[in-house]
């Protein structure tokens, strides 16, 4: 397994987010990530990336554990977060903000333009000045740059217009063909079922269900995602 997660228990401060959460992602898998509104998912991957270290459990990534690793050193061992909310360097441009963290490998700067022109468009253009979608582009871009063995998206196509959420799913398809893990949160049922390889549902802080998206009938639709 590229991502193994058993039991973990994660806090903010003395309130109490993650009650065991269990998931696991082999290499080449994409896995959604999924539950109503404050379940945990958010939490779930500040945990895996140690940017909110979990109390109890384990996190294995590459066969290591992450535990007392700082944020910045799991993401150096492969692990590329695009998190919510789309954080770009807005005084950077497009072309600084992906190459500020880019390290060597399949994934260049014309291997993002390709994925997304609009980028290669206002390369030279501060990250402020873009729309909130070509925000989220270069957010991807920027996580594909530095060449993830694992690619987190948390909620990439919220809030954006029609045409850019098309944009953004066509991209995270072209990176599944292309064999990137990816591990997924996103609420467009519609789209992210058809992607992913397997879901693992959470309710209040703990893993309840885990299955292919085929599994998933109205029934688990009803209980558990609230559609
Ligand atoms: P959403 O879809 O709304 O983003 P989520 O499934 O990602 O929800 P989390 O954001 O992980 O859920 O929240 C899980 C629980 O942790 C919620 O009860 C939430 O209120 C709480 N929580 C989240 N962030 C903090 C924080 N910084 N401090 C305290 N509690 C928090």
Known sequence: MLLQVEDIKTFYGSSQALFGVDLSLAEGEVVALMG????????????ICNLTPPKSGSIMFGGQPTARQPAFKVAQRGLGLVP??????????????????????????????DLFPRL?????????????GEQQ???????????PRLLILDEATEGLAPVIRDDIWRAIRALK?????????????SELLPVADRCVILENGRSVWAGKPVEIDTDIKDRYLGV
Not at 36 to 47: A, E, F, P
Not at 120 to 132: D, M, V
Not at 137 to 147: E, H, S
């Open 137 to 147: 582009m270069l957010a991807v871009g920027r996580a594909l740059m530095t060449n």
């Open 36 to 47: 109503r509104n404050g379940m945990g998912k958010t939490t779930t991957i500040r945990s």
């Open 120 to 132: 290669a468009e206002r390369r030279n253009q501060q990250a402020r000045t873009l729309s909130g």
């Open 84 to 113: 919510e909310g789309r954080r770009c360097f807005g005084s950077l441009t497009v072309y600084e903000n992906l190459t500020a963290a880019a390290r060597h490998g399949h994934w260049t700067i014309e291997r993002v333009n």
């Open 177 to 189: 063909t292309d064999g990137l893990s990816i591990l997924l949160v996103d609420k467009t049922l």
